[in-house]
């Protein structure tokens, strides 16, 4: 069974960084694609980040050239570095995980991922 933990949130003044990691563990993985998402109170569950195996990444608008995905040494740990955080970036903070993707697969579709962790809460003050 496959599981995903999240830990790296916290509370964290407006301008300020944090860095939150994923990791997996139940299966060895292959091709994937591995995606962080987030989900602000009374809001839906939208794209943050995500990063194939091939080590393409992608990400949403909203936080390009402030956030940063990438893969850890260890392998099937993935990070997040947030920096220059403000408070629209309050969420709960999300990893996900689909093993071997289709070739149709969106990296910026929540259905698209199969596996889910169980989020950690980050919240920025101003």
């Known amino acids: 069974q496959v599981q995903l933990v999240e830990s790296g949130g916290g509370l964290v003044q407006a301008g300020g960084s944090l860095r939150l990691s994923c990791a997996a563990s139940?299966?060895?993985?292959?091709?994937?694609?591995l995606g962080w998402f987030r989900q602000a109170p009374g809001k839906e569950r939208e794209f943050v980040a995500a990063i194939r195996w091939s080590g393409s990444t992608y990400y949403a608008d909203s936080v390009k050239g402030r956030f940063t995905i990438s893969r850890a040494s260890v392998r099937d740990t993935w990070f997040l570095q947030m920096n220059s955080l403000n408070p629209e970036d309050t969420a709960v903070y999300y990893c996900?995980?689909?093993?071997?993707?289709?070739?149709?697969?969106?990296?910026?579709?929540?259905?698209?991922?199969?596996?889910w962790g169980q989020g950690t809460q980050v919240t920025v003050s101003s």
């Open positions: 139940g299966r060895t993985f292959g091709d994937y694609v």
């Open positions: 996900a995980l689909e093993d071997a993707p289709l070739t149709t697969m969106s990296e910026t579709t929540v259905k698209d991922y199969d596996y």
